[in-house]
């Protein structure tokens, strides 16, 4: 039996997250931060003019090279060997890194803590996963904006309660997904604008072991940290901390994906219930099984395979608010397990309902003939206030037509529900005396498209001052596709 196939491997990588987001949580791509970081610590100390007790540069530009030389072929089986020793992986990374860097080895990590390279690598990641989780999600806007834009005039049977109401038109229903998308968008760009580095601080935050290293030269120590900022391309770091930075950040970021994952299950309900009603339905490939028993089965996998990934991905937002809210004092370590999986898992799974968002929007089936059908078996109920007003300019009695509709409707309702026959509403209301009315009047009546209110103009409305713009401003990120692998 092949390694790979005699262990736990997660589903997250094997089935639902793209390539782009599994490199960010890579190990190659941790270690490899954690080296970058090293050498933004080791060149500030050098540009800072660290010296000796003999007045002479502790670290020289001949060992900044020698550490960026090796930034990014990680020695993992010196690593992991000197781990099973000393049971610390920075320090079995510092003896790694030193092994490939003997000129450097004595200067690696000088001042720092275990968490200005843990801490530090985890906010970078966790940016630079955020900043793909907003393309995608912009070229999701952007798919659902073309579909808005492309049935906003198409009548449709309106739910409330999922129960017959008032008309609207297919991209009127859409633009309510894509609102909440912008939502989340918005909530995305505050996130990533609030991004900040924890900058080297030390053991609880002090940064004690700079004051001993630069000899209290304090305008020198408070230079450490923007430095150290801009090499690695944050505009700051946190102002104060303890050991770590605040585990509130891990929570805001958590609560983003789950504001995604929230919309992408609202919509994916929404489409599931429309393939039920055979009116919508999701992309359906030529050689693709619904059913292992039903042949006939065309089942909406992907928008079902996006709500429960989403429902993971909400609940998982509450383990770093426990996590925040259950930190001792300037540090304790029973977060670092749960970060492990919390932060990676939330990801993955986002980029997973994302990439099925993008597939399932670029290839939604509208049934025109479908919907029309059963808007026109329940749109005789809600003409009947227009058919009544009508009846009145023809010299009818409102009250009295009200009760007589009342009546109507119900023996209508009776013939659908009962019977199972077709609503005859219509030749009930022509055949009263009451009402003056002919059936070819009542059937003029009929258009779909009055009783849709302003929808139409709506969307175009929505697209025009709030959508396209953003996209406008995002065109370098449009044209993203997504490969679904099962």
Known sequence: MAAESDRYSSPLSERYASRQMQYLFSQDKKFQTWRKLWIALAETEM????????????????????????????????AIRREKEVRHDVMSHVYAYGLQCPKAAGIIHLGATSCYVGDNTDIIIMTEALQLVRRKLINVIAKLAEFADTYKNLPTLAFTHFQPAQPTTVGKRASLWLQ???????????????????????????????????????????KIDPMIAKKMGFAQCYPVSG????????????????????????????????????????????????????????????????????????????????TSAVQWFERTLDDSANKRLSIPEGFLAVDGILDLCLNVVDGLVVYEKVITKHLMAELPFMATENIMMDAVKKGGDRQKLHERIRQLSMQAGENVKKHGL???????????????????????????????????????????????????????????????SV
């Not at 918005?186 to 004690?208: C, F, P």
């Not at 958590?254 to 919508?280: C, F, P, T």
């Not at 498209?449 to 001052?465: H, I, S, W």
Request: charged content about 25%; hydrophobic content about 40%.
């Open 180 to 222: 909440e998308f912008l939502m989340d968008l918005e909530d995305t760009d505050y996130v990533i604008g609030t991004m900040k580095l924890l900058g080297s601080k030390g053991t609880t935050g002090t940064q004690a072991s700079f004051q001993e290293l630069f000899q209290s030269d304090q305008e020198t120590i408070d």
């Open 422 to 484: 077709d609503n005859n509403l219509l030749e009930l209301i022509a055949a009263d005396s009451a009402f003056h009315l002919t059936l070819e009047e009542l059937q003029a009546g009929m258009d779909p498209a009055k009783y849709v209110g302003r929808a139409p103009l709506q969307v175009e409305k929505f697209l025009n001052d709030v959508v396209n713009p953003v996209l406008e401003e995002n065109r370098d990120v449009l044209g993203m596709t997504a490969e679904i």
């Open 47 to 78: 540009e800072l003019g660290l010296k000796g007790a003999d007045g002479r540069p502790v670290i020289t530009q001949e060992m900044i090279d020698e550490l960026k030389a090796h930034a990014e072929d990680i020695n993992y089986e010196d």
């Open 243 to 322: 050991q770590t930075y605040s585990r509130k950040a891990d929570t805001r970021v958590a609560n983003v994906l789950a504001g995604i994952a929230a919309s992408a299950h609202k919509m994916s309900n929404d489409i599931r219930l429309l393939q039920h009603l055979k009116e919508v339905e999701e992309p359906f490939e030529k050689n693709q099984i619904g059913s292992s028993a039903m042949a006939y089965k065309r089942n909406p996998m992907r928008s079902e395979r996006i709500a429960s990934l989403a429902r993971y991905v909400m609940i998982d937002a509450l383990n770093p608010a426990v």
